[in-house]
């Protein structure tokens, strides 16, 4: 099966810097690519996600990028917020299943 | 996006006892939907895919016969967490699938077994 693994399990920024957040991924098959960010005792939400026939996608200040070859794609939020602290998981699927990453804790410190 | 709902939010049972858990689509049609298993401070653990009218396929080490799972419908799935015991206490996270592949979640129910 899939086996996607993310780094780094946590990360802490000052409020207005970026934070990258990369994940990896086994199965050649996977082309959609999802993150999400899950608040303390609540549901993950999907903030972004990209598909196999794009190489990156941006959405305000947050951006994915995506190198099939490699088989890894990244997370970027620019000008980080204190309300971007929280978890965030990235996930892979082939179209059925989905597999999800280990997850990163970021703290935007003011 | 589309709204899925999930109940109980909590649940608190006994030991030897069976729960029920219930995964809703409310507002689309979801062919496929996924339960998720998670602990604290960690990630979302694929338990199984349910798909609408079939037997839900099942993740290596997810024993089918103490979590069964039921797709009756296009918008509604079941998690039966069955002779429940202390070590299956955990967060469930259902999610439902769209036609455009994406997936929404529940709000989860956490479930304490004593």
């Known amino acids: 099966g899939e086996n996607v693994e993310q780094h780094p399990s946590t990360l802490s920024v000052q409020e207005g810097d970026s934070a990258v957040i990369k994940c990896t991924y086994s199965?050649?098959?996977?082309?959609?690519f999802p993150w999400y960010k899950q608040e303390l005792g609540k549901r993950p939400q999907l903030i972004i996600d990209?598909?196999?026939?794009?190489g990156e996608k941006k959405d305000q200040r947050i951006a994915v990028t995506l190198n099939k070859t490699a088989k890894h794609f990244s997370l970027h939020i620019t000008e980080t917020q204190p309300e971007d602290s929280a978890v965030y998981f990235c996930?892979?699927?082939?179209?059925?299943?989905?597999?999800f990453g280990t997850g990163t804790s970021l703290t935007v410190i003011p | 996006g589309a709204v899925v709902s999930q109940h109980p939010s909590r649940v608190i049972c006994k030991s030897g006892t069976s729960v029920k858990i219930e995964c809703r689509s409310l507002?689309?049609?979801?062919?496929?939907m996924f339960w998720y298993r998670q602990f604290p401070k960690q990630s979302l653990m694929l338990m199984a895919t349910?798909?609408?009218?079939?037997?839900?396929?099942?993740e290596q080490g997810v024993e089918k016969d103490k979590f069964l799972i039921n797709h009756a419908s296009l918008t509604l799935s079941t998690l039966t967490v069955t002779s429940a015991h202390p070590e299956d206490s955990s967060f469930y996270i259902c999610?439902?699938?769209?036609?455009?592949?994406?997936?929404?979640f529940g709000p989860g129910t956490r479930l304490t077994v004593l």
């Open positions: 999610s439902a699938r769209d036609s455009t592949a994406e997936q929404f």
């Open positions: 199965d050649s098959a996977s082309n959609y």
């Open positions: 990209i598909r196999s026939n794009v």
């Open positions: 996930a892979a699927s082939n179209g059925n299943q989905f597999y």
């Open positions: 507002d689309f049609q979801a062919t496929t």
């Open positions: 349910s798909n609408e009218g079939s037997k839900a396929t099942y």
